[in-house]
């Protein structure tokens, strides 16, 4: 089925240590973006892509990077993780070709606990 | 940005129709109104969009206020797997950054 896949499920990891993100997608969509949600909060968006060899900074990009080699992949690194973002994680691409008003399409999320 | 107002929670019996309303009073003229759900621990996925015509799909249907300062998702029956948290988005069309501004959305709760 075609989509967006992330991984790990889920995680826990020890402050200070580096942890990578993975998504793909296999829609051949131009653009990709990562959100954070918080407990009982909306989407907080941390790093996005409009296209391969492209990115660019959200809301909340602090303590993250990302990379987008390719069209399908777009990895979110967190270079020394803080409890701070204990969080769920999701990925989400678009086609971006009708300037706007383009579906975005979510994974199922990634949560991560940083102890 | 445009920023939309929500209820923070409804609720609705099965079976019946759901009227789900958001206030964008601020919003312009080259705003998209995108509607988005969040099933219980799933990913945010699409619903609707319109620009100023009444909008409908398989989902759901999006009616929208002649001057565009408020929306109103429909569910025309509600069944248990609508309860979600559902969210309205003003999204500009042709900007340079596509991503959605989440706020935190209506909490629907669906009784059987």
């Known amino acids: 089925i075609a989509g967006i896949t992330q991984a790990p499920t889920s995680q826990i990891l020890a402050a200070g240590r580096r942890m990578t993100l993975r998504c793909t997608q296999d829609?051949?969509?131009?653009?990709m973006y990562w959100y954070r949600q918080d407990l009982g909060l909306g989407l907080r968006l941390i790093h996005y892509?409009?296209?391969?060899?492209?990115?660019g900074k959200g809301e909340v990009p602090d303590g993250y990077s990302v990379s987008r080699a390719n069209t399908d992949d777009f990895p979110l690194t967190l270079a020394s993780a803080v409890p701070s973002q204990t969080s769920v994680y999701f990925c989400a691409s678009s086609a971006e070709l009708a300037g706007g008003t383009d579906e975005q399409f979510f994974g199922p999320g990634t949560r991560l606990t940083v102890l | 940005d445009a920023k939309t107002t929500q209820p923070n929670s409804m609720e609705s019996n099965e079976e019946e129709p759901v009227h789900l309303p958001c206030n964008h009073s601020?919003?312009?003229?080259?705003?998209?109104i995108h509607w988005y759900r969040q099933l219980p621990s799933q990913g945010p996925e699409y619903v609707i969009h319109g620009l100023t015509s009444n909008v409908n799909n398989r989902m759901a249907s999006l009616a929208i206020a002649e001057d565009r300062k408020s929306s109103t998702l429909i569910l025309h029956r509600a069944t248990l797997r609508d309860a979600a948290v559902y969210y309205c988005i003003l999204r500009p069309y042709g900007g340079s950054q596509g991503n959605l501004i989440f706020g935190k959305g209506t909490k629907l709760s669906v009784k059987p």
């Open positions: 601020t919003i312009s003229g080259t705003d998209y």
């Open positions: 892509s409009n296209t391969a060899g492209t990115t």
């Open positions: 829609m051949r969509h131009n653009a």
